[in-house]
């Protein structure tokens, strides 16, 4: 059977709507596609896995695998794959069963888990739109006892939304068996369907746009006023505006434990500065009169507050940290950061606790030596800052970890210490920048500094045109 016989069979049945339609994602659309009602017709569902088949059969045939539907969409094609096939199957279930033996994933071999044996599975989606199915059944799998190891995934119809390449981008080997520009050509090439081609046109349109916003999104080197499109939040356009506005991208950490420093050192350096940074439990003398002045100072130089707590405890501490005790962070800080060490419970309590122009920055990456962050954590900070993009303004880190939807903070800049007797180390201003990193966090080399202004002038000037010869090499 080829491609056309197929998709003409599946417009008949119903599954390509054209009209207005809201996405799982908020988009709204001007088609659908829906495979779901496949299951009364077997036939067609036979057909439809006809063509994963050959995905199949580039897989080592050496190598033990299992096949697992994403839930729900996914699944009738994992089964009728495994039957085919005879390849064993895996459930993995939308929510954690809470009776029985518990379990978030079914039909792993008792002997495997036992062992701890490495299963390899292959994941079936039905329509890949962003890819946050996908990246929500891995989690499913990570909170499981599996040891797994994902050799491929297989999306029946890729959207053309920037889904496919997110999931390449953290990594994965993944597939699609039409495209949807390939179903609208396939589809008009059809003399014998009758279709509206203003609908399809509209349909064209809509995808091409997206696919614009994916280059922005994935291209390497991409100026600040394209970037500003694509944020997710409103903390993340208000830096960039105040960046264009300053023609700055600096932070300037206040590791300061008396009020009349910090002031100060605002009150000198507010016109020059994107971002300040501060440890509010160092401060020995603060008072709420302390927290009305720093907004007063915010409103006459415009910049952002960020309080660097490191927030890493469990939900309901969380919420305590950040809301209530002396220092109601809640009340006055633009930015927090977070340590997803306890998982992304602090996520949904910030989510339910912040105000709308609040945001938070991952610490994905650390400049000290000897630090016990390694890549999958790091990557697992990319996962869940895409599922929370909404909240998550960008990343605490040593170079670009995602796309461009986020901002990169990079501290520990110094443009002579390289360490420091602490194990901090060091980075130029010029190779972080070049690096990916958007604002450069530089605290003691400009603090400590015999002329304050003039250094502070200096690496904003450093940082700003190195950021200038980047985008217009």
Known sequence: MDKKKILTDLYNFGCFKFGEFKLKSGIKSPFYINFRNLINEPEYLRNVCKFIYPELDNINPNLEYYIAGLPYAGIPYANAISLEKNIPQLLIRKEQKKYGLGNI???????????????????????MVTGSSILDGINKLKQSEINFNIIKIISIVDREQGGLEKI???????????????????????????????????????????????????????????????????????????????????CVALDFNKVKDIIEMIEKLGKHVVVFKLHIDLI?????????????????????????RKFSDIGNIFKQQFTGGIYKIKNW??????????????????????????GVL?????????????????????????????????????????????????????????????????HNPHQAIQQGIDIIVVGRSITRSSNIEEETIRYKSIGWNSYLMKVNM
């Open 105 to 127: 994933v079914d039909g792993v071999r008792d002997d495997d888990l036992r062992n701890n044996i490495m299963i390899n599975i292959v994941l079936i989606e039905d329509i």
């Open 168 to 250: 390449k981008t953290l990594g994965y080997n993944v597939e699609s068996i039409f495209k949807i520009s390939e179903i609208f050509d396939i589809l008009e090439s059809n003399d014998q369907l009758v279709l509206n081609r203003e609908k399809i046109n509209l349909s064209r349109k809509f995808v091409l746009e997206r696919q614009h916003q994916l280059n922005l999104l994935n291209r390497e080197i991409i100026k600040l006023e394209d970037r500003k499109e694509l944020g997710n939040n409103s903390i993340f356009k208000r830096i960039i505006d105040i960046m264009f506005e300053k023609k700055s991208n600096l």
């Open 284 to 308: 020995d003398d603060f008072s709420e009169e302390f927290i009305k002045k720093l907004i007063t100072l915010k409103t006459q130089y415009n910049f952002v507050i960020f309080e660097d």
């Open 333 to 358: 800080a633009d930015l927090i950061t977070v340590h997803l060490i306890s998982g992304s419970n602090m996520l949904e309590v910030f989510k339910n606790s912040r105000n709308s122009n609040q």
């Open 362 to 426: 991952l610490v994905s990456q650390m400049s000290s030596e000897d630090n016990l962050i390694d890549k999958n954590y790091t990557q697992k900070n990319v996962e869940i800052a895409e599922k929370y993009k909404e909240l998550v303004c960008g990343f605490i880190s040593k170079e670009k970890l995602y796309n461009n939807s986020f901002l990169y903070f990079r501290p520990g800049i110094s443009i002579e210490s390289k360490t420091d007797t602490y194990n901090q180390v060091y």
